[in-house]
C-alpha cells in the first residue's frame, strides 16, 4: 500500500463567539448582554514570528460600558508570559476592537485568552482560540512502564485462547437491496460477547473492508450508503448492542477497574478491537491486503491501539482522537468524574492512576503502527486537545497525513465524513482494480 506522507494545513480567518450575561434590569427581569469575539487570520504559525489577534467587544446595553480587557497565554510547552491589561470603555450599543501580539517561541499550541471584566460585574466575559506551531516537532515524554511489552504480549495471548464463536445472523435491508446485512456476534477476552452490523456488497467478489469503532457511550449502527466496500460499524463492550456482559450504564469507562491494569475497562476493549479484525479475516469475501480501522474521539483512540496491537491493519484513520497523552491530557482539562473516583479511596491518588492508565496510553502504542495513518483534528477543541493528539500521532513510525480545522472543536463536519470515505476508497479501490 503507497500513501503520500504529506501534511495538510488549513488556514482561513477564524472566528468564535460567547455570550454571557453581563447585567440584569431587575425592574423588568430581563437579562441583558455583551459579545466578545476573539479573531485571527492564523492558525498553525511560524515560530517566533508574531501573530496578531483581534478582540471586538460589542456593548449591548444602552448604557456606556466600563471594564478592563485582559489578555492571557496558556501552554503545557512554555512559561506563560505576563497578562496584558487595557482599561476600555464602549459607548450603548457600539462596538470597538482590540489587538493582542504573541509568537510561539516553540512547537506546540497555545491557548490565547482574552477576557473582558466590566465594572458592575464580577464574572468575566470570555473568548479564547488556540494557535499552534510546528506541530510535526511536537513530543511528550513516554510514560511506558517497564513490563509494558509483556502486558500486551500477555493479553493478546489471553485473548486467543478464547473461542470466538463467531455468529452471523442475517438482517432485512430493503431500503438497500446492494447491501447485505448481517447481526455480527462473538466471544471476546474474559468470554465477554460482543457484537456489530455487518454490511457487504450483494454480489460475488472480494473487497476491502473498514472497521468502524465507536467514540465514547455511542452505539454503532450500519452505515447504510457504502456498496463498494465491507463495513463492519462495531459494538466493543459495553457499547451499542455489545452490553449483555458488560453494561454500557453509567458511561465511566474511563474509570472503571482503574485501581488495577488487568481489570480496566480499556484492557477488554482494546481487546475487543482485536477480535473484531479476527472476524474480518475469517471471512472469505474480505481483502487481507485492505483492512481500515476508522474511528472518532474515543474510536480515534481505539484506531492507534488496534493498528498498533494489530499488524493486519492495512490503514488507520483517527478523528479527534481520546485516550492520548494522559499526562498531558488531565493538564488541559478537568473531569469531575475523575475527581470523584479518586476521592472515593483513600488509597488512590492520581500517580497510581496515570501508573495504570500509561497501559493504555496510544501515546505509549503509537511507535508500533506502521501502516498508513490519517489523523483528523479540530483546532479548537476542549476535550481532546490536539497537543495530546499529536503527541500520539508523532510517534507513528507509518505514512501519516494530518488534517486540521482551524474552527472546528470536539465535532467535525458532515463534510469531513464524506472526505475519509473518499480517501479511503481512493487508496484502496484503485488498487484493488490493479491487484485484479
Known amino acids: 500500500m503507497i500513501v503520500q506522507s504529506t501534511y495538510i494545513k488549513v488556514t482561513n480567518t477564524c472566528l468564535l463567539i460567547l455570550l454571557f450575561c453581563v447585567t440584569e434590569d431587575t425592574s423588568f427581569g430581563q437579562k441583558r448582554m455583551a459579545r466578545i469575539s476573539v479573531i485571527s487570520n492564523d492558525n498553525i504559525v511560524v515560530q517566533q514570528k508574531p501573530v496578531t489577534l483581534t478582540a471586538s467587544i460589542e456593548n449591548r446595553l444602552d448604557e456606556l460600558i466600563t471594564g478592563t480587557l485582559t489578555w492571557n497565554v496558556r501552554s503545557v510547552f512554555f512559561e506563560s508570559p505576563p497578562s496584558t491589561e487595557q482599561r476600555i470603555s464602549i459607548n450603548r450599543r457600539k462596538s470597538i476592537s482590540c489587538t493582542y501580539s504573541f509568537s510561539m517561541p516553540c512547537p506546540g499550541f497555545a491557548d490565547i485568552e482574552c477576557q473582558f471584566l466590566t465594572s458592575n460585574s464580577d464574572t468575566p466575559i470570555t473568548a479564547t482560540y488556540r494557535i499552534g506551531s510546528d506541530v510535526g516537532k511536537i513530543t511528550s515524554p513516554l510514560t511506558i512502564q517497564k513490563d509494558f511489552s509483556v502486558f500486551w504480549e500477555q493479553s493478546l495471548t489471553q485473548l486467543a485462547k478464547v473461542s470466538p464463536r463467531f455468529q452471523i445472523t442475517p438482517q432485512p435491508n430493503k431500503a438497500r437491496p446492494r447491501v447485505r446485512l448481517h447481526e455480527v456476534s462473538m466471544k471476546s477476552f474474559g468470554d465477554v460477547s460482543v457484537r456489530g452490523w455487518l454490511e457487504t456488497p450483494n454480489r460475488a467478489g472480494v473487497y476491502p473492508v473498514v472497521l468502524r469503532l465507536p467514540g465514547y457511550g455511542q452505539s454503532m449502527k450500519p452505515v447504510g450508503d457504502q456498496e463498494d466496500l465491507i463495513v463492519f460499524s462495531f459494538n466493543p463492550r459495553g457499547h451499542g448492542n455489545s452490553q449483555d456482559d458488560v453494561p454500557g450504564t453509567p458511561q465511566d469507562?474511563?474509570?472503571?477497574?482503574?485501581?488495577?491494569?488487568?481489570?480496566?475497562?480499556?484492557?477488554?476493549?482494546?481487546?475487543?478491537?482485536?477480535?473484531?479484525?479476527?472476524?474480518?479475516?475469517?471471512?472469505?469475501?474480505?481483502?487481507?491486503?485492505?483492512?481500515?480501522?476508522?474511528?472518532?474521539?474515543?474510536?480515534?483512540?481505539?484506531?492507534?491501539?488496534?493498528a498498533a496491537l494489530d499488524n493486519r491493519v492495512d490503514l488507520c484513520v483517527a478523528d479527534i482522537p481520546f485516550l492520548c497523552n494522559w499526562t498531558n491530557y488531565f493538564k488541559l482539562t478537568q473531569w469531575d468524574e475523575m475527581d470523584e473516583w479518586l476521592d472515593k479511596k483513600q488509597d488512590r491518588s492520581w500517580s497510581h492512576a496515570l501508573k495504570t492508565m500509561s497501559y493504555f496510553d496510544t501515546m505509549n502504542l503509537c511507535e508500533r503502527v506502521t501502516c498508513p495513518t490519517i489523523m483528523s483534528i479540530g483546532l479548537q477543541d476542549q476535550i481532546c486537545p490536539p497537543t495530546t493528539s499529536f503527541a500520539a500521532f508523532n510517534r507513528i513510525r507509518g505514512t501519516k497525513t494530518h488534517m486540521i480545522y482551524p474552527t472546528r472543536g470536539h465535532g467535525l463536519s458532515r463534510e469531513h465524513r464524506h472526505h475519509t470515505w473518499k480517501q479511503i476508497k481512493e487508496l484502496f479501490l484503485p488498487l484493488k482494480a490493479e491487484k485484479e
Open 253 to 306: 469507562y474511563w474509570v472503571r477497574g482503574l485501581d488495577d491494569r488487568d481489570t480496566y475497562f480499556y484492557r477488554g476493549a482494546y481487546l475487543d478491537c482485536i477480535r473484531a479484525v479476527d472476524f474480518l479475516c475469517s471471512l472469505d469475501n474480505v481483502d487481507q491486503d485492505r483492512i481500515a480501522v476508522w474511528g472518532a474521539s474515543q474510536g480515534g483512540g481505539f484506531a492507534f491501539a488496534t
